[in-house]
T-cell receptor
């Protein structure tokens, strides 16, 4: 079974621009979570989507947004980029249907550099 | 702000020794606890999860959970150089199984 895929793997942008990152979950997984990883703050939860609806949200400003499509693929968007947005953006997928806790499987990440 | 704290490290152990990694959490409502391993430049991969108080063993790894003390640990027996990585403790938060709060990680180096 193919794992979680993320595109692009690397991205360089300048301040003020916007960026869109994509995540395709494991086949059959309907929940996609997004995380930001930086050396200073570690891994921080951005949001989680299930069945095209945002189900959980972290403490990030409104410049960070996401969506999920009917095939469970998800995108996240960051508008008006700031230098501090430079980070590794990871997505993770699970089946998401409730019940016992599930393992989140991470994709390889998109490394974003804002200049 | 719900927090997860890990021993800051870095932790260095000789090959064959036991490595002990610790984690405390602040959200008493947390029910699910995960240990991930992250090699440099790679994404996190799950080592173990634990939901019930006590010990859970999987090969060379043992996770220990004490909900009363809000403490979870990971022991790695017979440590190998290939175990050298950053270990991340994660806890479900906000009453959701799909929102994880991570500690900042402990860098483990196993010396041959």
């Amino acid at each position: 079974k193919a794992g979680v895929t993320q595109t692009p793997r690397y991205l360089i942008k300048t301040r003020g621009q916007q960026v869109t990152l994509s995540c395709s979950p494991i086949s059959g997984h309907r929940s996609v979570s997004w995380y930001q990883q930086t050396p200073g703050q570690g891994l921080q939860f951005l949001f989680e989507y299930f069945s095209e609806t945002q189900r959980n949200k972290g403490n990030f400003p409104g410049r960070f947004s996401g969506r999920q499509f009917s095939n469970s693929r998800s995108e996240m968007n960051v508008s008006t980029l700031e230098l501090g947005d430079s980070a590794l953006y990871l997505c993770a997928s699970t089946r998401g249907a409730g019940g016992p806790p599930e393992t989140q499987y991470f994709g390889p990440g998109t490394r974003l550099l804002v200049l | 702000q719900k927090e997860v704290e890990q021993n800051s490290g870095p932790l260095s152990v000789p090959e064959g020794a036991i490595a002990s990694l610790n984690c405390t959490y602040s959200d008493r409502g947390s029910q699910s606890f995960f240990w991930y391993r992250q090699y440099s430049g790679k994404s996190p991969e799950l080592i173990m999860f634990i939901y019930s108080n006590g010990d859970k063993e999987d090969g060379r790894f043992t996770a220990q959970l004490n909900k009363a003390s809000q403490y979870v640990s990971l022991l790695i027996r017979d440590s190998q150089p290939s175990d050298s990585a950053t270990y991340l403790c994660a806890v479900n938060s906000g009453g959701s199984n799909y929102k994880l709060t991570f500690g900042k990680g402990t860098l483990l180096t196993v010396n041959p």
